[in-house]
Nanobody, 124 residues
Framework: QLQLVESGGGLVQPGGSLRLSCVAS????????ITWFRQAPGKAREGVSC????????KYADSVKGRFTISRDNAKNTVFLQMNSLKPEDTANYYC?????????????????WGQGTQVTVSS
């Protein structure tokens, strides 16, 4: 059974950092591109960052460029999202999603497998 499990969310003050993890089980992450999405109450789901499978390359939404970094450790079947300089507007439930494709995308409907999400709250 293919499964994605996110962790690492929590409450952090503005300007702080968090590192989210997305661990895959039931399949080998090497062949999948991975995207982090987020959704705040009353707002549409937003693609935040993605990483290609097997080839280099990442993408970031303009709202997080220079602050967030996505990376993968295929040996651990895990993708990370390092989030620095967090802002209140980053508050959302963060999901990772996987698709068996080389080139990643920030578009939700292109992804087949989803985790349950981890909540990130940025507040003083």
């Amino acid at each position: 059974q293919l499964q994605l499990v996110e962790s690492g969310g929590g409450l952090v003050q503005p300007g702080g950092s968090l590192r989210l993890s997305c661990v895959a089980s039931g399949f080998t992450l090497d062949y999948y591109s991975i995207t982090w999405f987020r959704q705040a109450p009353g707002k549409a789901r937003e693609g935040v960052s993605c990483i290609n499978s097997r080839v280099g390359g990442t993408k970031y939404a303009d709202s997080v460029k220079g602050r967030f970094t996505i990376s993968r450790d295929n040996a651990k079947n895990t993708v990370f999202l390092q989030m620095n300089s967090l802002k209140p507007e980053d508050t959302a439930n963060y999901y990772c999603a996987a698709a068996r494709r080389v080139w990643c995308s920030l578009v939700a409907y292109e992804y087949d497998y989803w985790g349950q999400g981890t909540q990130v709250t940025v507040s003083s």
